[in-house]
């Protein structure tokens, strides 16, 4: 008896966790539990309690070092979240949209991959404009992606280029209705120290008023239509704010808002770049007044038609 | 221009053939200098020929064909570049007269005779720096031109868990090997298993002259040493195949966007704001050619499927251009092929504590000090290339002056 328990007691103090240990529970664990993407999941959570993005970033001699009893609980304490289908990057709390890292906050929209292409299309504008003073409005800005992305690179071009004497002056002011948003946006501006460039306004754009005209719009607005919210993924009905993806019966609730605002605030012959859904690119010209031209649609990464380009023509 | 590159795997017995004759030319240490010089000297002519030919006959000329390929494969080059060579030919043909004459002349003077021997010696070398000064003009180190970024890929061969492991320190010796020469690698896959050895590692590059020393590291590389896992003490053979792959600056089109299929993680369908997925693992494939790459580098889906391109295009280019050079099968390319995947190039005996290159009987000792990527790493390339340079100009220059 007495062996039996020294044998037990042994073998409790002598358990030795390691990252590559960890990871192999938690995987288990996430695939009992059902959870989306469960390698990836106890990939990012472990690597990032040790500071890294990505597990290959981790020699194969650390991922075999005995952790300290801390680290053991943050891993726990971090993947058990996971279990409630928290999205990866409220849990860690950061993620990476292009060329920015930025801190992320539960319930603010979190960055999909396929907007890495909208503000691809924004710098193109940007470039080929001959505008030295460029007035862009982003809508519905969330955590800041689009805007300090385009910032971002519009600062690194400057910064680069020795040629171009008359650099365009680019000013971005981002609203979003929902004030924690404003104030994430905020945070990730001042990380990336991009405060100076970039106006940041607590506002819906239905009740937004601005004194001067903006050349053009940029948004990633809420476009899922009413019906089909409940098929979501836990991640997003549980933890994201429905209030940046719900769009309304058909979708369109916000971009019909971000016209309307276009009509009394984009100067003629401006351009909008939005994200929609990918219903839209398709029916969009039937809800579109007019005034304005759908000019362009592009695909994403996905091939999936997901941008259209608006142009006020009148 | 058409310029031959890298390779894929030959035809096995030309590859033996090319590496017998290479073992025998250096075995009977035959190096540019000795080319008998009555023999240069009708190369000499031969080259003026083809330049006079070439600029009477015009499009109609038919240049020979392994002298058009050296010479870059585009017509109006070839004949610019060997328009800059051929007075330094005519200069040597006029040299070779002057000796000629010099060795004709009969005397009895021991002074003479003297003076005559003196200036012939004096002649001789002069005649043999311009051959070399030619034969550098002619046979350029076409392959490091425009090179503007290497891919470096390793792949465990023979051997199970103990070539994974071998892998993963070739790897490790590469990758402190370019970083403290100050280049940069981005890597676009790196795959290890549970032991910590290497499944498949490629990183790509920059800038291009790293490909210089490197290029010699493609092949078979074969460790023999007692392994880590081994009770016995028994001496194990295992390999790991290494591949470094040239991208050129826009000597080939980009690949044909509808010739890619792009594979992610993520579940198809709409996408957008209705999913939230965090693995950004991408996949190419090149559907002419069934070439596929992987890449989850980076949290950036974007990040991935640029890095993924780059390490597709240059594996469909490296294809397309050895499809290209083996239609030619001039000595570069058989020479080049001695470069093959599957080739064992390399063997690294730890008992031994020697290090052997198999294609220029290359030994070194120190196989602890060379894996660290050191300057002992260094030195040994560097004399392998200086080796390679000189055999595979041999090698070219026979081609060029048995053709007519």
Not at chain 1, 236 to 245: G, M, P, R, T
Not at chain 2, 256 to 280: A, C, E, L, M, Y
Not at chain 2, 310 to 327: D, N
Not at chain 2, 361 to 385: C, K, N, P, Q, W
């Amino acid at each position: 008896m007495q062996q039996f328990r020294r044998l037990c007691s042994s073998s409790a103090s002598a358990a030795i966790f390691t990252p590559q240990s960890k990871l192999r529970e938690w995987i288990r664990r996430f695939e009992q539990a059902s959870v989306f993407e469960p390698q990836t999941s106890a990939q990012l959570i472990i690597s990032h309690v040790f500071g890294k993005k990505m597990i290959s970033q981790l020699s194969h001699e650390e991922t075999l070092m005995k952790i300290s009893a801390e680290e053991n609980a943050r891993i726990d304490k971090l993947c058990s979240k996971r279990l409630s289908h928290i999205p990866i990057q409220y849990i860690i709390g950061e993620w990476d949209f292009r060329n920015c890292s930025l801190k992320m906050k539960p319930p603010i929209f979190i960055p999909r991959p396929e907007t890495e292409s909208l503000v691809d299309l924004v710098n193109l504008e940007l470039e080929r404009s001959q505008k030295l003073n460029f007035r862009l409005l982003e809508v519905g800005c969330g955590s800041g992606a689009i805007s300090l992305s385009i910032l971002r690179e519009h600062v690194e071009k400057q910064e680069k280029s020795t040629s171009k004497p008359s650099n365009q002056l680019l000013e971005v002011i981002a609203i979003d209705v929902n004030e924690e948003a404003v104030n994430l946006t905020k945070l990730n501006s001042s990380i990336l120290h991009l405060s100076n460039q970039l106006t940041v306004l607590n506002s819906s754009v239905e009740k937004f008023e601005s004194t001067r005209k903006f050349d053009a719009i940029v948004s990633n607005p809420p476009y899922i239509p009413s019906t089909e919210m409940n098929a979501l993924q836990k991640e997003i009905i549980n933890h994201e704010s429905s209030l940046a993806f719900d769009g309304g019966k058909d979708g369109f609730d916000v971009i019909r808002q971000i016209i309307s605002f276009a009509d009394r605030s984009l100067v003629k012959d401006g351009w909008m770049w939005m994200e929609v859904d990918d219903s839209h690119p398709a029916t969009i010209a039937n809800i579109l007044p007019h005034r304005y031209q759908l000019d362009q649609v592009e695909r994403d990464l996905f091939d999936v038609e997901r941008f259209v380009k608006l142009v006020k023509i009148r | 221009m058409l310029l031959l590159r890298m390779i894929e795997t030959p035809l096995k017995h030309s590859t033996v053939a090319v590496s017998t004759a290479i073992r025998k030319a250096s075995n009977q240490n035959i190096s540019t200098k000795k080319v008998d010089t009555k023999s240069f000297g009708q190369f000499c002519q031969h080259l003026s020929r083809v330049r006079v030919r070439c600029e009477e006959q015009n499009e109609i000329y038919q240049w020979p064909k392994y002298l058009l390929h050296e010479l870059g494969g585009d017509r109006n080059a070839a004949l610019l570049k060997l328009s800059t060579i051929t007075p330094r030919c005519d200069e040597y043909t006029n040299s070779l007269i002057e000796l000629e004459q010099l060795e004709e002349i009969k005397s009895e003077d021991p002074e003479l005779l003297q003076m005559i021997d003196e200036e012939r010696s004096e002649m001789q070398q002069r005649m043999e720096e311009e051959r070399e000064e030619i034969v550098d003009h002619l046979i350029q180190d076409v392959d490091l031109e425009d090179c503007e970024a290497i891919l470096l890929e390793i792949i465990p061969g023979v051997g199970g868990l103990e070539a994974s492991l071998f892998a993963m320190e070739l790897f490790n010796t590469y990758n402190s090997y370019l970083f403290n020469h100050g280049y940069t690698f981005d890597p676009v896959t790196f795959v290890t298993n549970e032991a910590g050895g290497l499944q498949t590692a490629s990183v790509m590059c920059t800038p291009g002259d790293a490909f210089r020393l490197l290029r010699h590291e493609s092949g078979t590389h074969r460790v023999q040493r007692v392994p880590q896992t081994e009770a016995r003490g028994r001496i194990h053979t295992s390999t790991a195949s290494v591949a470094v792959i040239p991208k050129y600056a826009a000597k080939f089109d980009e690949l044909k966007t509808r010739d890619i299929k792009k594979h992610f993680s993520r579940p198809s369908g709409p996408g957008g704001q209705k999913v939230n997925t965090t693995n950004s693992q991408v996949q190419l494939i090149h559907t002419p050619t069934g070439i596929s790459v992987r890449c989850s580098e980076t949290r950036v889906l974007g990040d991935n499927l640029q890095l993924a391109l780059r390490e597709l295009t240059c594996k469909v280019h490296q294809l397309q251009s050895s499809a290209i050079a083996s239609q030619i099968n001039s000595a570069r390319y058989q020479h080049l092929t001695l470069r093959s995947r599957s080739d064992k190039i390399r063997t690294y005996n730890y008992p031994q504590d020697r290090i052997t290159d198999h294609r220029f009987h290359i030994s070194t000792r120190g196989v602890t000090s060379h894996l660290s990527g050191s300057t002992a790493f260094h030195e040994y390339m560097s004399r392998i290339d200086a080796e390679w340079n000189e055999s595979e100009k041999r090698e070219i220059l026979q081609q060029l002056m048995q053709e007519d």
